[in-house]
């Protein structure tokens, strides 16, 4: 496989953009990063197209279900359109599709970078990319085709999970092999938690096929399996590859090192002991021993520790440097990604105590809390790592700034409003539900008489603590209206996105010779480049900080 | 839950659990907890030190930067 121009990085490389390429093509001049970056140029860029061209057919898929919620007819003629098939293939195509291709993607660019050493068997890793986008294809098909095994977050029948546990094996040995044989004797924080992600993985998963899949758990058993696979997948395997790429990419952008090493290591450890735990908080109030309600329990509310330890460190990293955002998206894109996983992990904690539980857990609260986790910390994160990596594979700069802004925007603006406006409707159809039996909702239920909240809240019937089932269902319409908008915002940003993503690739958009930044203000951004007096060492250093 | 799950359960978690506790003594052992500073800098070098920003890609620090956006403050 021929590897043309990669992306350059050396300071004497980046003198005369014009050469830009042409100093390339003998490896013995290049640099460490600039082999690197040419070596894992064809397997990301796989990963990170097809993981994007899933994103947007899984948009749109959401985007249809999420209409049908308040427009039941809405494309209701075909079998295929209905929404017990749509929704689980929206699922399944971001969940295995986007999220999982880009992990790979970005783990794989984060593994050789931090051990030191390029991409080695680059064909194997193209071949399990292939066979993981068919797998998914295959899934996604028999999914909407009615051969859904009925599990939700396990609906691809066997012969697609094959598929994706062979193209799964190909990465895991690949990763151990190039382990092996790194230069750096340190083991990185990222690369902790992308080992945790490589090994916790194919153990979630091979535990719930042979369980769920392999029938070996019926009834209240496989609820339990499956709800803790489907919780543990997000802290499992999309948390540590998000985590890995926070810090690596901060301190990276910004020229600082984190702030606590100490406090990132703990983290970590602390992640692999408790988050485990969690999934069978779903089960409050449920049919489930109560031990095993109180172990999740005591587990999620112990995960205060990892979330405190990374929301202390990615602030106190970017402490003074705020300012950065401003002009890097890659940056913006990822703090955003940081502050999203304090709040969905501090949200997720809370929702697994009894008060909060009982209210919300059958409404639309819960589904707002996931697309905090998998989108605003996750995605928001993949994009800002995408936005990093792709011009060092690629050797070209995004080609629009203002593609880029519109991608931002309407994606955050678009994932907050979907989060803000179910969580309230969520909270209004969780205590209707319970008829404001909570002491949250009696609350509520006493501010319902209030006229302005209760207008407010969209007609909110609970105090005379009984509400018609009928009521409960109008009374979220306006919210899933909501949502549908916010849903068509984020949809609109993916396609801004896969644009952008297809003038790189193909040189067809406008030729940057300097980095294609948020605002041109050279003076600002100078400005902003502030050195990092006291982590810098002067005899080692010297000069660096200009 | 069949006894056949039950034993394919416990040994995935046995599995699993020797493996972190061997992955912490390995960590421990081999000093990767003993120098935390030098952890935190392990990911710079002398093509990108401390101190430098590098969501640059065409960027040298001697040049002025060419910033490529649209006019807008």
Redesign the interface.
């Known amino acids: 496989m021929s590897l043309t121009a990669p992306?350059?990085?050396?300071?004497d490389d980046?003198?005369d953009?014009k050469s830009?390429g042409q100093a390339q093509s003998d490896p013995t001049t290049m640099?460490?990063?600039s082999l690197i970056d040419e070596s894992c140029k064809w397997p990301c860029l796989v990963f990170f197209t097809t993981g994007t061209a899933w994103l947007v057919i899984g948009s749109l898929f959401a985007l249809v279900a999420s209409i049908k919620l308040h427009t039941p007819r809405f494309m209701s003629d075909d079998a295929w359109l209905t929404f017990g098939r749509v929704r689980p293939a929206h699922l399944d195509s971001v969940v295995f599709g986007w999220a999982s291709l880009t992990g790979i993607g970005t783990s794989l660019w984060l593994m050789c970078?931090?051990c030191r050493t390029p991409l080695r068997y680059p064909a194997m890793l193209v071949l399990a990319a292939i066979l993981w986008n068919v797998g998914v294809l295959v899934g996604t098909i028999a999914v909407l085709s009615g051969h859904s095994t009925g599990v939700e977050w396990l609906e691809f029948p066997p012969y697609s999970t094959f598929l994706l546990f062979i193209a799964f094996g190909i990465v895991a040995i690949w990763a151990m092999v190039t382990f092996g044989q790194r230069q750096?004797g340190?083991?990185?924080?990222?690369q902790w938690y992308l080992?945790g992600a490589l090994?916790w993985f194919p153990?979630l998963y091979?535990?719930v096929q042979?369980?769920i899949i392999g029938h070996?758990?019926?009834g209240m058993?496989q609820m339990s399996v499956q709800w803790w696979f489907a919780h543990n997948v997000l802290g499992l395997w999309f948390t540590p590859i998000g985590l890995a790429t926070i810090y690596?990419l901060v301190?990276?952008?910004?020229?600082?090192?984190?702030y606590?090493?100490?406090l990132s290591?703990l983290g970590f450890?602390s992640l692999?002991l408790f988050y485990s735990w969690a999934g069978s908080h779903h089960f409050i109030s449920g049919p489930a021993p109560a031990w095993l309600v109180t172990a999740s329990i005591v587990g999620s509310v112990m995960m205060i520790i990892p979330v405190s330890t990374v929301a202390i460190n990615h602030h106190m990293t970017v402490r003074k440097h705020f300012a950065?955002m401003r002009?890097?998206?890659?940056?913006r894109f990822i703090v955003f990604g940081a502050m999203s996983y304090t709040l969905v992990s501090v949200q997720g904690s809370s929702m697994s105590l009894h008060v909060l539980n009982e209210p919300t857990h059958f409404s639309h609260y819960t589904i707002a809390h996931a697309h905090l986790g998998l989108y605003a910390f996750f995605t928001m994160t993949m994009f800002g790592a995408m936005y990093?990596i792709v011009?060092?594979l690629t050797g070209r700069?995004w080609s629009s700034?203002?593609l880029i802004r519109i991608h931002f925007w309407f994606a955050a603006i678009g994932i907050f409003m979907y989060w803000g406006f179910l969580s309230l409707g969520g909270l209004i159809q969780g205590f209707e539900m319970n008829q404001a039996s909570s002491p949250l909702g009696d609350l509520v239920g006493k501010l319902g008489y209030w006229e302005g909240v209760k207008t407010f809240l969209g007609g909110f019937k609970a105090q005379n603590g009984v509400v018609p089932w009928l009521a409960i269902v109008k009374d979220t319409l306006p919210w899933l209206l909501s949502r549908s908008i916010a849903g068509t915002l984020m949809t609109l940003a993916h396609l801004a996105f896969g644009v952008l993503l297809l003038l790189n690739l193909t040189g067809w958009g406008r030729q940057?010779?300097?980095?294609?930044?948020?605002?041109?203000?050279?003076k600002?951004?100078?400005q902003s480049?502030t050195?990092?007096a006291d982590?810098?060492?002067p005899d080692e250093?010297e000069g660096?900080?200009? | 839950m069949s006894w056949l799950a039950i034993i394919l359960v416990f040994a995935l978690i046995g599995a699993f659990s020797a493996s972190v506790i061997y992955a912490l003594w390995w960590a421990l052992r081999g000093g990767q907890m003993s120098d935390f500073q030098k952890g935190a800098t392990s990911i710079f070098d002398e093509e990108e030190p401390i101190g430098r920003v590098t969501d640059t890609l065409l960027l040298n620090k001697e040049q002025k930067p060419q910033i490529n956006a649209d006019k807008r403050r």
Request: glycine share 6%.
């Open positions: 992306g350059q990085h050396h300071a980046r003198l953009p830009f640099s460490m990063r970078r931090l750096s340190h083991v990185y924080v990222s080992f090994f153990w091979a535990t042979i369980l070996l758990t019926s058993g690596y301190p990276k952008v910004i020229g600082r090192p984190i606590s090493y100490y290591i450890w692999a950065v002009f890097s998206p890659t940056l990093y011009p060092r700069e700034s203002k940057r010779s300097g980095p294609t930044l948020f605002v041109s203000d050279a600002g951004y100078q480049l050195p990092v982590w810098l060492v250093h660096d900080a200009s």
